[in-house]
């Protein structure tokens, strides 16, 4: 299977006249990085992998210990139809390994992979949907906005239609498929749905879809930008995930006789992922501006609950149609559009995962607007908060041994440094808000 991979891969770069081959990866923040190497090059990569420093790196390795081996994936080979079509270039998402041969446990790819092997284990396939929201701009200098249009609105045909188009037709042209796509809430705000499937699979496209839409936008002379939460006053751009377990061809989750069509497998899994979300959301909402976006008001998660109908809750159970077993998933409303998809889908299974074998019992439904509870209300039903800073998130992942386990000591301890030195920068900048409101003042 492997070698037909790999000579597949040789033969299409043949047939397209491919000099270059970007060879791809992330760090723990989900930046994607490359370097190039050319098709001549490519045979020997694709056997013992392409050596590089990986000591500047986010999360990679200390300077003293920096030599990694990216070993390409042939399994996501794909031409990039923006590259010039003569002498073209193609990618291949890429698995770290240490020069010795053995997986770098400071490798995304690998966290999420190591998480698939555990659900395996069980028995089960892991399937995700993200649904991610970006903004068009003008530039990146202001965030200044190609149209007025809200939910759905069928705007006329100007830049922000056709750069959807576009970037749907690049999409294919790789091999991605696309559900849907529509103008979202806030003004020049968007969303383009990826078909569901494998979460090893959907990370890789994740990371594919955020370039394309940026690489789209540049070459028509905007800026587009996965910012959770550029405008105040505005929704901010989430990453709402559908997750589901497959046993076979068969949805783990769905079962006829549950009044939501939920089987047991499928509560464990929810309750799980309620017990941690506090200490997953470092994951999932990694950023400063993250914390801007889980606000009351503004269709995003504040309180860990779940409903069918309640779109603030943080897990919502979409409608059962019949005939669509296959279809029966959850939806995981708190990431944002600029977390590790890598990361955020290995911790959202590990908590289910969690659930299941522990067989942690699922809390009642809260189909009410858990934002018009009264605190006592909610300290009643023992219904918690997601944390709402990036300082709340990082006390309580740091205190998480699930957090730990999930992603292992490197990435753990990585990610922990890094968001640690992000907050004490931000408490020491000065903000316009300050100096607006005091300035004058004091």
Not at 77 to 85: E, G, H, S, Y
Not at 297 to 318: K, Q
Request: hydrophobic share 40%.
């Amino acid at each position: 299977m492997l070698d037909d991979q790999k000579d597949y891969v040789l033969q299409s770069c043949r047939d397209h006249d491919v000099k270059f081959i970007r060879l791809w990866f992330t760090d723990i923040l989900g930046q994607l990085k490359s370097f190039a190497i050319t098709v001549e090059e490519l045979e020997e990569a694709l056997e013992e992998g392409q050596g590089f420093d990986g000591s500047s790196i986010e999360g990679f390795a200390r300077v003293d210990e920096a030599d990694m081996v990216a070993m390409p994936d042939p399994a996501t080979f794909a031409i990039l139809p923006w590259r010039p079509r003569e002498r073209s270039v193609a990618r291949m998402f890429c698995d770290i390994r240490h020069p010795d041969g053995s997986a770098f446990e400071g490798d995304p790819r690998f966290v999420l992979k190591r998480q698939l092997k555990r659900a395996a284990d069980l028995g089960y396939t892991f399937y995700v949907g993200p649904e991610l929201e970006f903004f068009y701009f003008k530039s990146s200098d202001a965030p200044e906005g190609l149209d007025k249009g809200g939910y759905f609105d069928l705007t006329p045909l100007d830049v922000a239609s056709d750069l959807r188009r576009q970037t749907i037709m690049t999409l294919e042209e790789m091999g991605i498929g696309v559900e849907f796509s529509h103008h979202e809430v806030a003004p020049s705000q968007h969303e383009i749905d990826l078909r569901y499937t494998d979460a090893l699979t959907m990370a890789d496209n994740t990371m594919t879809y955020r370039l394309v839409v940026k690489e789209v936008a540049m070459a028509n002379g905007v800026y587009a930008t996965f910012m959770p939460k550029p405008l105040a006053g505005e929704n901010g751009s989430g990453m709402h995930t559908y997750l589901s377990l497959f046993k076979g061809d068969s949805n783990a989750f769905f079962d006829a006789d549950d009044e939501y069509n939920l089987s047991p497998i499928a509560k464990s899994y929810m309750a799980g992922l309620l017990r941690h979300a506090p200490e997953l959301t470092l994951v999932t909402n990694q950023w400063i501006n993250s914390y801007k976006r889980l606000v009351p008001g503004y269709e995003a998660p504040v309180y860990v609950t779940w409903a069918r109908r309640n779109r603030s809750d943080l897990i919502r159970v979409p409608h059962y149609r019949a005939g669509k077993e296959a279809s029966t998933r959850i939806e995981y409303r708190a990431p944002d559009a600029a977390c590790n998809p890598y990361l955020a889908f290995a911790v959202m299974l590990a908590a289910g995962l969690e659930g299941i074998e522990r067989e942690y019992p699922l809390s009642p439904p809260t189909e009410e607007n858990a934002f018009e509870l009264g605190a006592e209300e909610r300290k009643r039903r023992g219904i918690e908060m997601l944390p709402g800073s990036l300082k709340e998130a990082i006390q309580v992942f740091e205190a998480s041994d699930f957090a730990r386990r999930a992603l292992g000591d490197h990435v753990f301890e990585s990610l922990l440094e890094n968001k640690t030195i992000e907050y004490d920068a931000y408490r020491r900048h000065v903000t316009d808000y300050e100096l607006e409101r005091y300035l004058a003042v004091l």
